[in-house]
């Protein structure tokens, strides 16, 4: 248990900020193990289980000598009954809804990765957490210093996955309209284990905080405005507008500044946080129903759209690998397809600007990557599967950028551009936000998924009833 905790502390802490680190070292340290209460006991199984699912096969094999797939299986199972036994579902100790949390992160990144369970799963901690007044800034002033702050880490960080999986699946997430604790503050676990002389105030740059932070105030930035967007839709778009503007220029103010740096952290965030920023300019652009719809307006925003989404697709191709620290939040198997169909079709019309270099480089190194591997594994896997569905969707979308890159080599693009190609923004606009993101099973080493946008997450799975009884 130690060696998965040392793993945790490397790779995964620093991208799901939930845990206190002393409070977890003084739990595996102990003298007599056998004193650990049930609480503790499934907290520890679910950092181990997300330490397994954050380990690639290889990983398995070098430090823990086992098959990945049989340990996935055993830390699930041992996880699901921990919890059972703690009683989750009408649980009020901190350190259940910690291991409840973690077993959520787990399903998202391993089979069974069913997003409508995943996203009922998230509602009813969402519920125990405010039971708890995790939600009540008035609630956390009766806590310790530890506590309070690992309140509200819990408390975002599980706002942070409801408002994803919400996306996903097309649901609403259950998240109370008040909701005033405070975000948690932008320091290290060592600052928190100090003498309490004087309040804590959160350090410039970068910390152990510094990433689950910035996403959670993304988060926390489109939840509210999206509220206001349906509640008060006529009068929102000022707000929306001036309130992304402020976050934005947050993130390059407070954030992008510190991470200069060449470690594998450093990279990890700046590249995150201006997807983040990508991310809100488009929520933005989508929310903004009072742009005149001129034909000036209908080119600026068709630039800027084809400009975004060139824009994602860069970002996303520079994160890790799966083989690369933290490389395991980027295992999931999906990619940006509408940025890709988007960028796409549009070359196909003959579009030109002067953004045109930049996609068709970004969209050769993602298919050169993928290679022509992607179109045996349609044939490789039974018909009729979900798994197969989903290599069709790779394969289908190989043969468009084929297509589209011959007629370019065969200067059919070009003539195209000299005629006058018609432009309807409502069908741009749909195209670049519909749904997020189709599953995309085949290429090894192609563009990885991304869980700051949101990226699907088995979407066209049923619903398993059957799994929450037997718990």
């Known amino acids: 248990m130690r060696i998965l905790w040392r793993y945790y502390e490397k790779n995964l802490d620093a991208l799901v900020k939930v845990l206190h680190k002393s409070t977890v070292e003084a739990l595996l340290f102990q003298t007599a193990p056998t004193s650990v209460d049930i609480g503790s006991q499934a907290l520890l199984c679910a950092i181990a289980l997300a330490t397994i699912t954050a380990m690639s096969a290889t990983e398995t094999q070098q430090i823990l000598h086992e098959d990945r797939e049989e340990l996935l299986l055993q830390y699930r199972s041992a996880t699901e009954g921990a919890l059972g036994a703690a009683g ?31 996203w009922m799963l998230c509602n009813m901690a969402l519920g125990l957490a405010q039971t708890m007044g995790m939600h009540s800034y008035n609630a956390s002033l009766s806590l310790c210093r530890v506590g309070s702050e690992t309140s509200r880490r819990i408390w975002w960080t599980l706002c942070l996955l409801a408002n994803r999986i919400s996306e996903e699946c097309g649901l609403e997430a259950s998240l109370p309209l008040t909701m005033d604790n405070l975000l948690p503050l932008n320091i290290n676990d060592s600052d928190l284990d100090k003498p309490p002389t004087s309040a804590l105030e959160s350090r410039e740059g970068l910390t152990e905080t510094t990433l689950t932070l910035a996403k959670i105030e993304s988060a926390q930035t489109t939840i509210r405005l999206t509220r206001l967007h349906h509640t008060n839709p006529s009068e929102s778009q000022a707000e929306i507008g001036n309130a992304i503007q402020a976050q934005i220029r947050r993130y390059e103010k407070h954030y ?21 920023i990508a991310k809100l300019w488009k929520f933005a652009c989508t929310h903004d129903k009072s742009r005149t719809i001129s034909d000036t307006a209908q080119l600026a925003l068709r630039e800027d759209m084809f400009s975004h989404n060139v824009q994602v697709l860069e970002i996303l191709h520079q994160l890790p690998n799966r083989f690369r620290p933290f490389g395991w939040f980027f295992r999931c198997k999906y990619t940006q397809w509408h940025a890709m169909a988007y960028l796409l079709l549009e070359l196909q019309t003959g579009y030109r600007n002067s953004h045109t270099g930049r996609a068709w480089i970004i969209l050769d190194a993602i298919f050169a990557d993928s290679g022509d591997g992607a179109a045996q594994v349609a044939l490789s896997v039974p018909s009729g599967t979900k798994h197969q569905t989903k290599a069709k969707l ?22 195209l551009n000299d005629s006058p190609v018609s432009f309807d923004s409502g069908s741009a606009l749909g195209t670049s936000s519909g749904t997020d993101s189709l599953p995309q099973d085949p290429p090894a080493n192609g563009l ?24």
């Open 448 to 471: 990885l998924g991304d869980p700051f946008v949101g990226s699907g997450v088995g979407i066209d799975e049923e619903m398993n009833w059957g799994q929450l009884d037997e718990w």
């Open 88 to 118: 989750w579902m009408t649980t009020q100790e901190m350190v259940v809804l910690q291991a409840l949390l973690l077993f959520i992160v787990s399903r998202i990144y391993s089979p069974p990765n069913n997003v409508r369970v995943t």
């Open 394 to 415: 790779w394969q289908a979308m190989l043969r468009l950028y084929r297509c589209v890159r011959e007629a370019r080599s065969n200067g059919v693009l070009q003539s």
């Open 256 to 276: 992008l500044p510190y991470f200069s740096g060449t470690s594998d952290l450093d990279r990890l965030c700046f590249l995150s946080i201006r997807l983040l």
